[in-house]
Nanobody
């Protein structure tokens, strides 16, 4: 079993920044992939940013240049730094880990970008 706990969401004005955190219950080195997804109202869940097991990263086109995924191996935590936020970034953000052929999800954290 894997537990993922997100934190850091909130309300921010357009152009502002937020940093999300995702703490895992086991070593993040053990995961095939670990990253962030989001789901806006009435839309499907979509990939935002992800680490592969080799440490490479991938981003959705809509967030490239604005969002950065990073990790602290000692804390088994992955972060998502979000800059230049836009109203279209409003969504529930979920941490995800793929481990032993199973997808694990956090509880989600709401990010609202509004003036």
């Amino acid at each position: 079993q894997v537990w993922l706990v997100e934190s850091g969401g909130g309300l921010v004005q357009p152009g502002g920044s937020l940093r999300l955190s995702c703490a895992a219950s086991r070593s993040i080195f053990s995961f095939n992939t670990m990253g962030w997804y989001r789901q806006a109202p009435g839309k499907q869940r979509e990939l935002v940013a992800v680490f592969s097991s080799g440490g490479t990263t991938a981003y959705a086109d809509s967030v490239k240049g604005r969002f950065t995924i990073s990790r602290d191996n000692a804390k088994d935590t992955v972060y998502l730094q979000m800059n230049s936020l836009e109203p279209e970034d409003t969504a529930v953000y979920y941490c995800n880990a793929y481990f032993r052929q199973y997808d694990y999800w956090g509880q989600g954290t709401q990010v609202t970008v509004s003036s």
